[in-house]
Nanobody, 122 residues
């Protein structure tokens, strides 16, 4: 059973910082790219950042220069460091990962976490 669990969300004032974590656990043979998405109330889920196994990253224009994605391959964990937060960053943040489970016949399945709420407000 493979699962992703996010943590680190909360309430922060504008200009503040938060660090989100997402840990993958279970019978994992191979862990591929890992992403962060977010969904604000009444809006579609949108891409935030991605990181490959080798550490290549990419970001949505709205977060470039403020957010930083990183990963610890030994711990199967991806992080999102969020600085200079704005009220428009308020959303539920989700991580996903491309995972090949150990012992199965399928490869490169996309798994999602349950999400963590980030609220930026004075």
């Amino acid at each position: 059973q493979v699962q992703l669990v996010e943590s680190g969300g909360g309430l922060v004032q504008p200009g503040g910082s938060l660090r989100l974590s997402c840990a993958a656990s279970g019978n994992i043979l191979r862990l591929g790219p890992m992403d962060w998405y977010r969904q604000a109330p009444g809006k579609q889920r949108e891409f935030v950042a991605t990181i490959t196994n080798g550490g290549t990253t990419d970001y949505a224009d709205s977060v470039k220069g403020r957010f930083s994605i990183s990963r610890d391959n030994a711990a199967n964990t991806v992080y999102l460091q969020m600085n200079s937060l704005k009220p428009e960053d308020t959303a539920v943040y989700y991580c996903n990962a491309v995972i090949t489970p150990r012992g199965g016949n399928v490869q490169n399945l996309l798994y999602w976490g349950q999400g963590t709420q980030v609220t930026v407000s004075a």
